[in-house]
């Protein structure tokens, strides 16, 4: 009998081993299911994209369903919603002019625009026949080796939606290919930039170039003649490289001029950057030899820095004058322009207008440390800057466009502690505070000048609500309440038009199909809109994310999170857990509205992981200036502690969540976030990948690193202005990392540059440590055409290293493969 139960009791030892051991394969046709060619084919709109009309308060808008796409026009007054036109008649027309069949269900128009009168649509259908390429002769004689000649013949459409006619009109040029002119707002004049110079053409000669930019009669009027380069009136060529630069040299480009309404004077910056030092990337897979491109790039802390000044000219006394603003050392100059009216967005003309009068405009200047802001008004007949307001902090200052109304000036400031709005007289005095108490205001959404009314939105306000949901709110100028708009425990995301009068308000979470609905200014619905359909999504066995609350390391301050499963989720499973992070401080990995980064989350967890992503103090912008600025001075570790508090109080929770295996990846700044965890937390996080990362804040662009972490501004006894950064690098701790390790980058990254990855990895061999490096050639910041591959690389080392699934993937990423257009 003893032997009995000691046998019994080593089986019971052994099955318990057996159990703890189980090794669960990853899920690969799971999260196939849901990849992006298949989500385009399951997933529509999702929200109503209101073109307001200029003649009325009508809108028109498309809206795509399982069953296709719709047209549709509204009337807020009248409480309508109609068919823009009959899809069939209109599909039989195109049919019969294209001589390609087209019908109703299935009709694809591009560019499609309702004309001045209202009741003329022009669109685009492009057809099956081959043409030759109308700038043929220019391809073929920048690039000999060209072979492509054909293109598919575009035809371009009228349809008079009262007679129901359509016809053909010749097919217009790309507008892409005149993105150089800045045309003045009476059509008069077109600014550009030629050879780092400022010249203008008139409108005659601009026709010209509409019809061929090479034509030898355009007559072209030049302004200046300093300009070289890095020291340009324009932009430079960042993004070129140097052989393409060289190509372009003679090319007209866009000068990014602010016009005055009289279409007289117009106000520019220009930038000096020929003592900022040179960076380079290698494109190693250009034919047929490697090329490089250069490019400036200020670094934190450095003494060479782009030196701004600002402009006005007069066409009356054609002087271009350069305006004395000298205030801060290295300061930044932010212009400000009109908002544009809501009903031009499809204008193919919009002249872009600067924050004024004909007498005077605004703009900021700001310290390099970022903690000094002047908000200045420029007085064209006394040729003198105004201060009108100023602020001043200990930490960086954020603040939004200046507001006009009439005599009176709308300022967002976070000077209490919470961002809201102020309003202040043209000579500067404060006049009121106009919303105030411990929520956010995100912006200006419209001013309506006539009931002296500011709509705007904002969060935090309500109680109960997860305090990231934004809602819109008004409130008068003249002082009063706060009135909420769009009521309801979503997040509302609105478009107001002109006379704020109507707006279309689209709301949802995480967790709810998005809805869009037709409000008017006092809150009131007017009309349901659309709700997205999700049948066929959900039909593929998609199930709702899960939001969640827990607290930061400090025990106090709330944090909030969403929790994505596996779609075949089951609860007596132990699960690994993988957070998807980014540190902000521009902003959180957390989804707070459907159908936003599905690929970095939904899909990741298909393989056979619980994926989180949550906030953490120092993170978004939209709380407090306290939490905003948590990370200020501590830029490598300030949010890893309530990463690690979240791990902790979720597996605390529940039981499905294996605490023992952690796993972490995030892009840029998650990827630098990512890699630290793994650094400061290696018994914790145990494997991570991490992608673009600015590993080492030395080397990542100045006006991210010195914000966020801060520089340090030192006066000299000489009176000489100097600054001193120093930051906290992952490489300093290789020694530390314990669990497995994925690095990737780009190879021409010009934004995180490789080298931080690079240098990364340099320190790990170093150390004697084993890792991965991924590198992917010719992508950029955002891995392009390669994002598909580094998602399956990635599953494929979480499934290796946090499931314990060893058997290797066959070469070939089938599950890839199976959504690339088949070879014809």
Same mark, same amino acid.
């Given at each position: !009998?003893?032997?009995?139960?000691?046998?019994?009791?080593?089986?019971?030892?052994?099955?318990?081993?057996?159990?703890?051991?189980?090794?669960?394969?990853?899920?690969?046709?799971?999260?196939?299911?849901?990849?992006?060619?298949?989500?385009?084919?399951?997933?529509?709109?999702?929200?109503?994209?209101?073109?307001?009309?200029?003649?009325?308060?009508?809108?028109?808008?498309?809206?795509?369903?399982?069953?296709?796409?719709?047209?549709?026009?509204?009337?807020?007054?009248?409480?309508?919603?109609?068919?823009?036109?009959?899809?069939?008649?209109?599909?039989?027309?195109?049919?019969?002019?294209?001589?390609?069949?087209?019908?109703?269900?299935?009709?694809?128009?591009?560019?499609?625009?309702?004309?001045?009168?209202?009741?003329?649509?022009?669109?685009?259908?492009?057809?099956?026949?081959?043409?030759?390429?109308?700038?043929?002769?220019?391809?073929?004689?920048?690039?000999? @080796?060209?072979?492509?000649?054909?293109?598919?013949?575009?035809?371009?459409?009228?349809?008079?939606?009262?007679?129901?006619?359509?016809?053909?009109?010749?097919?217009?040029?790309?507008?892409?290919?005149?993105?150089?002119?800045?045309?003045?707002?009476?059509?008069?004049?077109?600014?550009?930039?030629?050879?780092?110079?400022?010249?203008? !053409?008139?409108?005659?000669?601009?026709?010209?170039?509409?019809?061929? *930019?090479?034509?030898?009669?355009?007559?072209?009027?030049?302004?200046?003649?300093?300009?070289?380069?890095?020291?340009?009136?324009?932009?430079?060529?960042?993004?070129?490289?140097?052989?393409?630069?060289?190509?372009?040299?003679?090319?007209?480009?866009?000068?990014?001029?602010?016009?005055?309404?009289?279409?007289?004077?117009?106000?520019?910056?220009?930038?000096?950057?020929?003592?900022?030092?040179?960076?380079?990337?290698?494109?190693?897979?250009?034919?047929?030899? #490697?090329?490089?491109?250069?490019?400036?790039?200020?670094?934190?802390?450095?003494?060479?820095?782009?030196?701004?000044?600002?402009?006005?000219?007069?066409?009356?006394?054609?002087?271009?004058?350069?305006?004395?603003?000298?205030?801060?050392?290295?300061?930044?100059?932010?212009?400000?322009?009109?908002?544009?009216?809501?009903?031009?967005?499809?204008?193919?003309?919009?002249?872009?207008?600067?924050?004024? @009068?004909?007498?005077?405009?605004?703009?900021?200047?700001?310290?390099?440390?970022?903690?000094?802001?002047?908000?200045?008004?420029? @007085?064209?007949?006394?040729?003198?800057?105004?201060?009108?307001?100023?602020?001043?902090? @200990?930490?960086?200052?954020?603040?939004?466009?200046?507001?006009?109304?009439?005599?009176?000036?709308?300022?967002?400031? *976070?000077?209490?502690?919470?961002?809201?709005?102020?309003?202040?007289?043209?000579?500067?005095?404060?006049?009121?505070?106009?919303?105030?108490?411990?929520?956010?205001?995100?912006?200006?959404?419209?001013?309506?000048?006539?009931?002296?009314?500011?709509?705007?939105?904002?969060?935090?306000?309500?109680?109960?609500?997860?305090?990231?949901?934004?809602?819109?709110?008004?409130?008068?100028?003249?002082?009063?309440?706060?009135?909420?708009?769009?009521?309801?425990?979503?997040?509302?995301?609105?478009?107001?038009?002109?006379?704020?009068?109507?707006?279309?308000?689209?709301?949802?979470?995480?967790?709810?199909?998005?809805?869009?609905?037709?409000?008017?200014?006092?809150?009131?619905?007017?009309?349901?809109?659309?709700?997205?359909?999700?049948?066929?999504?959900?039909?593929?066995?998609?199930?709702?994310?899960?939001?969640?609350?827990?607290?930061?390391?400090?025990?106090?301050?709330?944090?909030?999170?969403?929790?994505?499963?596996?779609?075949?989720?089951?609860?007596?499973?132990?699960?690994?857990?993988?957070?998807?992070?980014?540190?902000?401080?521009?902003?959180?990995?957390?989804?707070?509205?459907?159908?936003?980064?599905?690929?970095?989350?939904?899909?990741?967890?298909?393989?056979?992981?619980?994926?989180?992503?949550?906030?953490?103090?120092?993170?978004?912008?939209?709380?407090?200036?306290?939490?905003?600025?948590?990370?200020?001075?501590?830029?490598?570790?300030?949010?890893?502690?309530?990463?690690?508090?979240?791990?902790?109080?979720?597996?605390?929770?529940?039981?499905?969540?294996?605490?023992?295996?952690?796993?972490?990846?995030?892009?840029?700044?998650?990827?630098? !976030?990512?890699?630290?965890?793994?650094?400061?937390? #290696?018994?914790?996080?145990?494997?991570?990948?991490?992608?673009?990362?600015?590993? *080492?804040?030395?080397?990542?662009?100045?006006?991210?690193?010195?914000?966020?972490?801060?520089?340090?501004?030192?006066?000299?006894?000489?009176?000489?202005?100097?600054?001193?950064?120093?930051?906290?690098?992952?490489?300093?701790?290789?020694?530390?990392?314990?669990?497995?390790?994925?690095?990737?980058?780009?190879?021409?990254?010009?934004?995180?540059?490789?080298?931080?990855?690079?240098?990364?990895?340099?320190?790990?061999?170093?150390?004697?440590?084993?890792?991965?490096?991924? !590198?992917?050639?010719?992508?950029?910041?955002?891995?392009?055409?390669?994002?598909?591959?580094?998602?399956?690389?990635?599953?494929?080392?979480?499934?290796?290293?946090?499931?314990?699934?060893?058997?290797?993937? #066959?070469?070939?990423?089938?599950?890839?493969?199976?959504?690339? #257009?088949?070879?014809?």
């Amino acid at each position: !009998m003893r032997k009995i139960l000691l046998l019994c009791g080593l089986i019971l030892i052994n099955l318990s081993v057996l159990a703890q051991e189980t090794v669960y394969k990853g899920n690969y046709e799971l999260a196939a299911r849901f990849s992006p060619e298949k989500m385009r084919k399951m997933l529509f709109s999702t929200s109503v994209d209101p073109h307001w009309m200029k003649k009325s308060d009508r809108f028109w808008y498309e809206y795509e369903t399982s069953d296709g796409k719709n047209w549709y026009v509204v009337d807020p007054v009248r409480k309508t919603k109609t068919q823009l036109f009959d899809k069939d008649k209109l599909a039989a027309e195109i049919t019969k002019a294209v001589k390609d069949p087209f019908d109703g269900q299935h009709l694809k128009l591009d560019d499609m625009k309702l004309l001045e009168d209202e009741n003329t649509i022009r669109f685009k259908v492009k057809s099956t026949q081959d043409v030759l390429k109308k700038d043929w002769a220019e391809i073929k004689a920048k690039n000999k @080796n060209s072979k492509d000649s054909l293109e598919k013949k575009v035809h371009t459409f009228l349809y008079n939606i009262s007679t129901q006619l359509l016809s053909e009109i010749e097919t217009e040029k790309d507008p892409k290919r005149l993105a150089w002119a800045n045309i003045a707002p009476d059509s008069s004049k077109v600014v550009f930039v030629k050879e780092y110079n400022l010249y203008w !053409m008139d409108k005659a000669n601009f026709l010209k170039a509409v019809k061929d *930019e090479k034509d030898s009669t355009i007559v072209e009027n030049q302004l200046t003649a300093d300009g070289e380069e890095d020291y340009e009136y324009g932009f430079g060529d960042r993004g070129d490289d140097n052989e393409e630069v060289e190509k372009k040299k003679k090319d007209r480009k866009r000068a990014g001029i602010l016009w005055s309404t009289d279409s007289k004077q117009f106000i520019l910056t220009r930038t000096d950057q020929r003592k900022v030092k040179n960076l380079w990337v290698i494109h190693n897979t250009r034919d047929p030899r #490697p090329t490089l491109e250069t490019y400036k790039y200020a670094m934190p802390g450095e003494k060479e820095q782009p030196q701004t000044e600002l402009l006005h000219f007069s066409f009356d006394s054609n002087k271009l004058s350069k305006l004395p603003i000298a205030t801060f050392k290295d300061q930044t100059v932010s212009l400000w322009s009109k908002t544009p009216p809501a009903n031009t967005r499809d204008d193919d003309f919009r002249p872009t207008l600067w924050l004024g @009068n004909l007498n005077e405009f605004y703009f900021a200047i700001t310290s390099r440390d970022l903690k000094k802001v002047d908000v200045i008004r420029w @007085n064209i007949a006394s040729n003198q800057k105004e201060l009108v307001i100023e602020e001043r902090s @200990n930490t960086y200052i954020d603040f939004e466009k200046l507001e006009i109304a009439g005599n009176d000036l709308i300022w967002w400031s *976070e000077r209490d502690g919470w961002g809201h709005f102020y309003l202040y007289g043209k000579d500067g005095s404060l006049k009121r505070q106009l919303t105030s108490g411990p929520y956010h205001t995100a912006g200006a959404a419209r001013l309506d000048e006539k009931s002296r009314r500011l709509f705007f939105t904002a969060n935090g306000r309500e109680k109960g609500e997860d305090p990231y949901y934004e809602h819109m709110y008004s409130v008068s100028l003249d002082g009063g309440a706060v009135t909420l708009l769009n009521k309801g425990d979503f997040n509302h995301d609105i478009s107001i038009n002109d006379n704020a009068t109507f707006f279309v308000n689209n709301y949802s979470r995480v967790n709810t199909a998005p809805v869009s609905v037709l409000m008017d200014r006092s809150g009131a619905k007017i009309m349901d809109l659309e709700t997205a359909d999700l049948s066929q999504l959900f039909a593929a066995g998609y199930k709702f994310p899960e939001p969640f609350k827990f607290k930061a390391d400090d025990g106090v301050t709330d944090l909030y999170g969403v929790m994505y499963k596996p779609f075949d989720f089951d609860s007596t499973r132990k699960y690994p857990i993988i957070q998807y992070v980014y540190p902000g401080p521009q902003t959180e990995a957390v989804n707070k509205a459907f159908g936003r980064g599905l690929d970095r989350t939904d899909r990741l967890a298909q393989f056979g992981f619980v994926v989180v992503t949550l906030g953490n103090r120092g993170g978004h912008p939209a709380r407090s200036k306290w939490y905003h600025n948590y990370g200020y001075g501590s830029l490598r570790d300030y949010g890893l502690a309530d990463k690690k508090a979240a791990v902790e109080q979720l597996a605390d929770r529940h039981p499905f969540i294996d605490r023992n295996k952690v796993g972490i990846h995030g892009h840029s700044g998650g990827g630098f !976030m990512s890699t630290a965890a793994m650094l400061v937390y #290696p018994d914790v996080f145990k494997v991570a990948v991490s992608s673009a990362g600015n590993h *080492e804040n030395n080397i990542y662009n100045r006006w991210w690193s010195e914000k966020h972490h801060g520089v340090q501004e030192r006066i000299l006894p000489s009176g000489d202005t100097t600054f001193v950064y120093q930051i906290e690098k992952n490489p300093d701790l290789a020694k530390n990392l314990k669990g497995h390790l994925m690095l990737s980058t780009g190879d021409v990254d010009n934004n995180v540059h490789p080298a931080g990855t690079i240098r990364m990895a340099n320190a790990l061999i170093k150390a004697g440590k084993r890792f991965e490096l991924v !590198m992917l050639p010719g992508q950029r910041h955002g891995y392009g055409d390669m994002t598909e591959y580094f998602f399956w690389k990635m599953g494929d080392y979480f499934v290796q290293h946090l499931l314990g699934d060893n058997t290797p993937p #066959p070469v070939d990423m089938i599950e890839m493969q199976r959504d690339k #257009p088949k070879d014809k």
